[in-house]
């Protein structure tokens, strides 16, 4: 079993930023791949970012590429998501992944953990 438990989201203006962090646990968590994703009220939980169980390579979401940058440690077995130049469509509940491989985790349905989400809220 692999625990994830974000923390870092709150309420910012847009154009500020925010850092999300995900601390994993469990015997085997250092050996997937890790992302995130989030979801906005009515709309499904799409992709965001994910990033390699070396850290060594990423991929983002065209709506966020050039603003968030995702980042691991490995050491501390944490995950990271710096959130630059944020804007209202940003808000939504952020929620940490785990799952075989970065490139599968571009899909929801690869992810075999969830944390439990964290809100961001972006104001105009």
């Known amino acids: 079993q692999v625990q994830l438990v974000e923390s870092g989201g709150g309420l910012v203006q847009a154009g500020g930023s925010l850092r999300l962090s995900c601390a994993a646990s469990g015997r085997t968590s250092r050996s997937y791949a890790m992302g995130w994703f989030r979801q906005a009220p009515g709309k499904e939980r799409e992709f965001v970012s994910a990033i390699t169980r070396g850290g060594t390579s990423t991929y983002y979401a065209d709506s966020v590429l050039g603003r968030f940058t995702i980042s691991r440690d490995v050491a501390k077995n944490t995950v990271d998501l710096q959130m630059n130049s944020l804007k209202p469509e940003d808000t939504a509940v952020y929620y940490c992944?785990?799952?075989?491989?970065?490139?599968?985790?571009?899909?929801?349905?690869?992810?075999?953990?969830w944390g439990q989400g964290t809100q961001v809220t972006v104001s105009s």
């Open positions: 992944a785990a799952g075989g491989s970065a490139l599968q985790l571009k899909s929801r349905y690869e992810a075999a953990y």
